[in-house]
């Protein structure tokens, strides 16, 4: 068995747009960034909605549940690259339910732990600086 890795340490202040319908998880997901001294915006449970903040929004990254409300969220993916913010994909469904061309972003397959949600925010983050 692999060894648990330790949590990293994400910049102080990120910015955080959290979208994510399943309230037990965005509860999570919240208290776990702000714990680590992330700004967290959301959560968000509607792609309108989380369109309308990744296109206004000071963002740092996004975390976009892909499937919200019965609805997918790639509007608001398309909106967060256009604007160069990396983001990070939530789904029980793993990369391979991932639509092109979004297959090679970051993903977190659902459930997962909070050090793998730490990990994959700052893969995407680090994919930005590259």
Known sequence: MAPRRQPGCLPSGLRVLLVE????????????????????????????????????????????????????????????????????????YGRKALRAPWGDRPNLQKPFRIDDLVAVIEEAAAAKRN
């Open 21 to 92: 319908d399943e309230f037990m998880v965005a509860l999570l997901m919240e208290m776990a960034l702000t714990g680590l001294g992330c700004e967290v915006i959301g959560p968000i449970g509607r792609v309108d909605k989380a369109l309308e903040m990744a296109q206004r929004e000071a963002l740092d990254v996004a975390i976009l549940d892909v499937n919200i409300n019965g609805t997918e969220v790639y509007s608001v993916a398309e909106a967060l690259a256009a604007r160069g913010i990396p983001f990070v994909f939530v789904s029980g």
